[in-house]
């Protein structure tokens, strides 16, 4: 009998420990050392919040999401081979609003480290802000984005690959 319950007391203590390593091994694959945690104005990709999207009345763009307070900000970068087309949407509400009345700045850096700040104007056919940046070089481009509406202010962080 002692010996019975000596084995189901190891072989607990075997499961929890492969529990424990198990558990700890999923929390560390999902982070990286250098990589802060995600916050409101980190932009996540668009299919993993197309469900909520779509349970709320808005529609994907297909581009990276950002929630920052009240606003939603899908940022869709379109790149040819001349320049690269930066479209923002900015929307309010739990039905996804466009919102037009907005004061909207890119601040990209470039590859090489260099910072260009680019106003976007509303294009009321698209229900969108939209701007150029003519620059061709090859990497990856961060763009910070500040929209300022009223006394309010929605920001959002994204980048895109040239």
Same mark, same amino acid.
């Given at each position: 009998? @002692? &010996?019975?319950?000596?084995?189901? *007391?190891?072989?607990?203590?075997?499961?929890?420990?492969?529990?424990?390593?198990?558990?700890?091994?999923? @929390?560390?694959?999902?982070?990286?050392?250098?990589?802060?945690?995600?916050?409101?104005?980190?932009?996540?990709?668009?299919?993993?919040?197309? !469900?909520?999207?779509?349970?709320?009345?808005? @529609? %994907?763009?297909?581009?990276?999401?950002?929630?920052?307070? !009240?606003?939603?900000?899908? $940022?869709?970068?379109?790149?040819?081979?001349?320049?690269?087309?930066?479209? &923002?949407?900015?929307?309010?509400?739990?039905?996804?609003?466009?919102?037009?009345?907005? @004061?909207?700045?890119?601040?990209?850096?470039?590859?090489?480290? !260099?910072?260009?700040? *680019?106003?976007? %104007?509303?294009?009321?056919?698209?229900?969108?802000?939209?701007?150029?940046?003519?620059?061709?070089?090859?990497?990856?481009?961060?763009? !910070? *984005?500040?929209?300022? *509406?009223?006394?309010?202010?929605?920001?959002?962080? $994204?980048?895109?690959?040239?």
């Amino acid at each position: 009998m @002692k &010996l019975l319950t000596s084995g189901i *007391i190891v072989l607990a203590s075997a499961g929890l420990l492969l529990l424990g390593a198990c558990s700890k091994e999923s @929390k560390t694959s999902d982070s990286t050392p250098n990589t802060a945690t995600p916050t409101a104005e980190t932009a996540t990709p668009a299919a993993t919040t197309a !469900k909520a999207e779509s349970s709320k009345g808005g @529609k %994907s763009q297909g581009g990276q999401v950002v929630e920052s307070g !009240k606003y939603h900000l899908e $940022f869709v970068p379109v790149t040819s081979s001349n320049d690269t087309h930066l479209d &923002l949407y900015l929307q309010t509400g739990d039905t996804h609003e466009a919102v037009a009345n907005a @004061k909207v700045t890119a601040d990209v850096q470039l590859p090489d480290g !260099k910072l260009k700040t *680019i106003p976007l %104007s509303y294009d009321a056919s698209g229900k969108h802000y939209a701007a150029v940046v003519k620059e061709k070089v090859a990497g990856q481009y961060q763009v !910070k *984005i500040t929209a300022k *509406i009223g006394s309010e202010q929605a920001d959002g962080r $994204f980048n895109f690959d040239r």
